[in-house]
């Protein structure tokens, strides 16, 4: 074994030194394939930290949401469907909803009004999100005017701001009193936007959302676990619309990488032969050949992914982040929470480094087992 390693020290000493005499086709080489390992490894950090947040961010969300559908569209449900809803077993928790949109003319762009459970709030007062705020230039205890439905103004004191770290969901987010979201939207007592349920057991969440349909056949129940779905499918999609526009980028450079490492020059042919005529085995040559292969293969890759890192979680993946954040007017100040998916660096390793290394050896394998003096002629 001793004797083993250290022949492949040789052989790695001996590549090295031969990747340094031949330094500049193969400092265009790495350069090229870090810059692909460093895109396609940075669409991968981004969307798998939106997705992971994304999933932190609904965890707290109820287990299941209860719509009411009049001709297909969304209607107020009245608050007498909560009773009917705690006749159901495995329900533990039910409560009404309220919330809209309001569309802001100033800055031309849809706020979520939503009315908190948790949070009291007086009559005038409303708590705003970052990006809200931002857009409007708005702190602690200045005014907002909404108007209402009935076209009156109705002023309202900015009571705080929420926190940055929620920004993703909660940019365009106003938070307010019962009683003024009923009165800026017209909104009848006894009545709410949707109705939330928890379920004491989640493996009972289906079979609790298929009694809701059937007590109550003119609503839709929405699980979670939906919602959670929908928003991985919808990253995955963007992460696929980066990938398509990188294809023509990736297919150049497979060709360009494939070109490097299977054809041989006459110098490298050269070479070849005069290790064989002075006691290089083939698999010594081959091994070599490996060897230089991987080194070149595996420094682009970790260089890629370094760099890829400090893109997204440092510079907050300004090259990518409009395609896979999404578009809007009030645009979220989203930084990235470092998550690593052991899979996804496996995948990409396997499909970056693997290909290149493995097309290096058959060039090689054909030249080593040629004659030396028909080589070297």
């Not at 057991?201 to 839709?220: G, I, M, Q, Y």
């Not at 699980?223 to 995955?236: D, Q, V």
């Not at 360009?256 to 698999?283: C, P, Q």
Request: glycine share 6%; aromatic share 12%; no cysteine.
């Amino acid at each position: 074994m001793q004797h083993y390693l250290a022949r492949q020290r040789y052989l790695i000493d001996y590549t090295v030194a031969s990747l340094l005499r031949h330094r500049s086709k193969n400092l265009g080489l790495l350069l090229v394939y870090t810059l692909v390992v460093f895109m396609l490894a940075s669409v991968m950090l981004f969307t798998h930290s939106l997705r992971q947040e994304a999933e932190q961010l609904l965890s707290a969300a109820p287990e299941i949401v209860l719509q009411r559908l009049l001709a297909g569209r969304q209607e107020l449900v009245p608050a007498s469907y909560l009773e009917q809803m705690g006749r159901i077993r495995g329900v533990s928790e039910r409560h009404g909803r309220l919330w809209g949109y309001y569309y802001d003319p100033v800055v031309r762009a849809n706020y979520t009004v939503l009315v908190p459970r948790d949070r009291p709030l007086a009559a005038d007062e409303i708590v705003v999100g970052a990006g809200l705020a931002r857009s409007r230039g708005l702190g602690h205890g200045d005014f907002l005017s909404l108007r209402a439905s009935d076209g009156r103004p109705v002023a309202f004191r900015v009571a705080d701001t929420l926190a940055a770290d929620s920004e993703l969901i909660s940019a365009d987010l106003i938070l307010m009193a019962e009683a003024s979201f009923r009165d800026l939207f017209a909104i009848p007592a006894g009545y709410y936007t949707d109705l939330a349920l928890s379920v004491r057991n989640p493996r009972e969440v289906r079979t609790v959302a298929e009694k809701l349909t059937l007590a109550l056949p003119d609503t839709r129940p929405i699980l979670r676990s939906e919602i959670l779905r929908t928003y991985a499918t919808l990253f995955s999609w963007r992460q696929g619309i980066v990938l398509v526009l990188l294809a023509g980028a990736l297919l150049a450079f497979v060709i360009f990488a494939w070109d490097k490492a299977s054809g041989l020059s006459a110098e490298e042919r050269r070479e070849i032969g005069i290790l064989k005529a002075v006691g290089w085995e083939t698999a010594d040559v081959i091994g070599m050949k490996f060897w230089e292969g991987a080194l070149i293969s595996l420094g682009a890759f970790l260089l890629g992914y370094l760099l890829a890192y400090l893109h997204v979680f440092y510079l907050d993946a300004g090259l990518f982040e409009p395609v896979l954040k999404g578009w809007a007017v009030l645009y979220p100040s989203f930084h990235p929470v470092p998550f690593i998916d052991g899979l996804q660096v496996a995948t990409l390793f396997f499909f970056t480094v693997f290909p290149y290394t493995v097309a290096t050896i058959i060039p090689i394998w054909r030249a080593a087992t040629t004659d030396p003096d028909a080589v070297m002629r």
